[in-house]
C-alpha cells in the first residue's frame, strides 16, 4: 500500500512537483505573499501560485497549474501527516483530495482505502464522506475552481454535468453570462466560500470583466497600475469603498449576498466590472465563445438562471436533469441593455469620461 502511494507521489504529480521546486528556487522575492515554504521543500499550501497573467492563455496555464499544484499539497500533506501519526489531518486532506471532479482513477484507487484507514483510526466521523470519482466531462468555460464546491455528501452518490453553448448577449456577445441551477421544489446545498480569487486592476482595465463567486467569497482587488485606483460599489447590500490605494497593494472584500455586483473605480470613470455573486454550488460562467459546463450536479429538476451584463433581465427556465446529465443546451441570452452614457461615483452621481490620467 505504501509503495503504491510512493509510486502515486512521484508520477501522475510530476508536474505539481517540478513547478513547485521551480517557484521554490524564485527565490523569496518572486514569492506570493504571506506563501510560506514548509518543511517538504515546496511552497505552502496557499492558492493562487505566483503566475503571471496577462493573456487568456497565461490565465489557462495557472488554472491548471493550481488544480495540479492543488492535488499535489493534498495527497503528499496527507502523506506527512500520517507519517506523523496525525490520523485526523490525513484523513481530511485525503477525504478533500477524493472529493476534487474528475480525479485521476488512480490516484482514487491508492487514496481512498488509506483514507478510510486513516479516519478509522483518527476515531472520528469523516466531515463529508468522499466521493467516487466522476468521468470528466468535456472541457468547456471556465467554472468554479475544482475545490471550490465539492457535491454534498448525501448527493454525491449520482452526479453529472449541464454543458451547452449561450448565444447573443448583444455587442458584448454571450461570453462572461453566469448560468446557474438551483433545485426546484427542494434545498439546494449552500455552497462553499471560493478561495483565492483576483480581480486586478490592469491598463484602468477590471481583470476578468466578470467574475463568479460562491456567497462568502473573499476577492482580492489588486492594484497592478503605476497609478493610484479607488474601486467601489453601489451595489447594495454588497457596497464597497476600498479607498485609494498604489500599485501593488490590494484590498479584499467577502460578498455575503446573492446577486450582480457592479464594481467601478472613483478615479477612472471608464473603468467597469461586475462580480456575481451565486448562492448555490452548481453553476458555471461562459467562456467568449458561449460554451459552459456545470459539474457535479445530482439529477432532479432545477430552475435555471442566467445573469448576462447586456440584458435588463435574468432568464429563468425549468431544467430536468437526466441520470445521464444534459449535453447541448441551447440558450439565447438578450442583448436589450444599454451601457450607461455615464458611469456614476461614489456618490451615485454621473460623471463624464476623463482624458488622460
Given amino acids: 500500500m505504501h509503495s503504491s502511494l510512493h509510486s502515486l507521489l512521484l508520477r501522475p504529480l510530476a508536474f505539481a512537483i517540478g513547478a513547485a521546486i521551480a517557484l521554490a528556487e524564485l527565490g523569496g522575492a ?9 518543511a517538504g521543500g515546496w ?21 491548471v497549474a493550481e488544480r495540479q499544484y492543488l492535488i499535489f499539497n493534498l495527497l503528499a500533506g496527507g502523506k506527512l501527516a500520517w507519517d506523523a501519526g496525525d490520523w485526523a489531518t490525513a484523513a481530511s486532506k485525503w477525504e478533500t483530495l477524493l472529493r476534487l471532479p474528475a480525479l ?33 466531462s468535456p472541457p468547456a468555460a471556465p467554472a468554479a475552481s475544482p475545490a471550490e464546491s465539492p457535491p454534498p455528501a448525501h448527493e454525491a452518490h449520482a452526479v453529472v454535468a449541464v454543458s451547452g453553448a449561450l448565444s447573443g448577449g448583444g455587442p458584448q456577445g454571450p461570453g462572461g453570462a453566469v448560468i446557474c441551477l438551483k433545485r426546484h421544489g427542494g434545498e439546494t446545498p449552500r455552497p462553499a466560500p ?64 446573492a446577486g450582480p455586483v ?19 454550488p452548481y453553476y458555471a460562467q461562459a467562456d467568449g465563445a458561449g460554451a ?5 450536479v445530482p439529477p432532479g429538476d432545477y430552475d435555471l438562471t442566467i445573469w448576462h451584463e447586456g440584458a435588463s433581465k435574468e432568464l429563468h427556465q425549468r431544467l430536468t436533469v437526466s441520470a445521464d446529465g444534459v449535453r447541448g443546451l441551447e440558450i439565447k441570452v438578450a442583448g436589450d441593455r444599454r451601457s450607461p452614457a455615464f458611469l456614476p461615483d461614489k456618490s451615485g452621481k454621473p460623471r463624464q469620461a476623463q482624458l488622460g490620467y
Avoid: W
Fill in 30 to 38: 518572486q514569492a506570493a505573499p504571506g506563501a510560506a515554504r514548509n
Fill in 43 to 63: 511552497l505552502g499550501e496557499e492558492l493562487p501560485l505566483p503566475l503571471s497573467v496577462r493573456t487568456p492563455q497565461d490565465l489557462a496555464v495557472k488554472q
Fill in 104 to 136: 485521476d482513477p488512480e490516484i482514487d484507487r491508492v487514496i481512498r482505502p488509506l483514507a478510510h484507514e486513516a479516519r478509522a483510526k483518527a476515531g472520528s466521523a469523516p466531515v463529508a464522506e468522499a466521493s467516487p470519482t466522476a468521468p470528466a
Fill in 194 to 257: 471560493a478561495k483565492g480569487k483576483v480581480i486586478s486592476q490592469r491598463n484602468k482595465t477590471f481583470i476578468p470583466h466578470v467574475l463568479a463567486v460562491p456567497v462568502g467569497s473573499k476577492v482580492d482587488f489588486r492594484n497592478e497600475d503605476a497609478i493610484f485606483h479607488n474601486v467601489f460599489s453601489l451595489s447594495k447590500p454588497n457596497d464597497f469603498d476600498t479607498g485609494l490605494y498604489r500599485q501593488g497593494a490590494s484590498y479584499s472584500e467577502v460578498f455575503k449576498k
Fill in 262 to 280: 457592479q464594481i467601478l473605480c472613483n478615479i477612472h470613470s471608464s473603468m467597469l466590472g461586475y462580480v456575481y455573486v451565486v448562492d448555490t
Fill in 292 to 296: 459552459f459546463a456545470i459539474k457535479g
